[in-house]
């Protein structure tokens, strides 16, 4: 089946240090999502990736869909401790995926000061 | 508008009780899911439904059942409880499988 992985597992930075992490799937997807997870909190919707090599941007934030359509990028700037959480892509594959949205396996950020 | 609204919160089993977990959204949201997150595992499919009467499971789907009766409410039930579905359980929605999915707050559930 449809796996979706994730580099790093964690990643400390300090407050301002930039921040990136990577998503890998095992199938060519129909799209991508980008969701966050507070610690103790729900998985939020962040944005949604369709085309080949589509990047989108939300203020310090930058989403990078690859061109063969199995790879995704989310990459923040200058970090903030607002920051903190858990990042999850999430896609549904193109063949046998049907309706079924896959995560991966998120990368927990942590922020100091 | 409550969203997608999950009970209970917190809840402890014993092995080989059942119960069912409820969900219920009021965006009038076709699809509905069921996922568990373990640590590092992320979050993995349990079943999902693409409208009322229509149901289809995820990948790990066993020791689960669910039905869709209505558009607004999808239950999972646990049948036997085992240890190894401690877990936290979010139940989410969404009008279009390609926009993003609302969650609720989760169920955190203990098997003893």
């Known amino acids: 089946g449809q796996q979706v992985m994730q580099i790093p597992q964690y990643q400390h930075v300090q407050e301002g240090e930039d921040f990136t992490t990577y998503c890998n799937s095992s199938t060519t997807l129909s799209n991508i999502q980008w969701y966050k997870q507070r610690p103790g909190g729900h998985p939020v919707f962040l944005i949604q990736l369709v085309k080949s090599g589509e990047v989108k941007k939300q203020k310090r934030l930058t989403f990078q869909f690859g061109e063969a359509k199995k790879n995704s990028s989310l990459h923040i700037t200058a970090t903030q401790t607002t920051d903190v959480g858990t990042y999850f892509c999430?896609?549904?594959?193109?063949?046998?995926?049907?309706?079924?949205?896959?995560f991966g396996t998120g990368t927990q950020l942590k922020v100091e000061l | 508008n409550a969203g997608v609204t999950q009970t209970p919160k917190f809840q402890v089993l014993k092995t080989g009780q059942s119960m069912t977990l409820q969900c219920a959204q009021d965006?009038?949201?076709?699809?509905m899911s069921w996922y568990r997150q373990d640590p590092g595992m992320g979050l993995r499919l349990i079943h999902y439904?693409?409208?009322?009467?229509?149901?289809d499971q995820g990948e790990v789907p066993n020791g689960y059942n669910v039905s869709r009766s209505t558009t607004e409410d999808f239950p999972l039930r646990l049948l036997s409880a085992a240890p190894s579905q401690t877990s936290v359980y979010f139940c989410?929605?969404?009008?279009?499988?390609?926009?993003?999915?609302?969650f609720g707050s989760g169920t955190r559930l203990t098997v003893v």
């Open positions: 965006m009038n949201h076709e699809y």
């Open positions: 999430a896609g549904i594959g193109v063949t046998g995926g049907g309706n079924k949205l896959t």
């Open positions: 989410a929605s969404t009008g279009t499988p390609l926009a993003g999915y609302t």
């Open positions: 439904s693409v409208g009322a009467g229509i149901t």
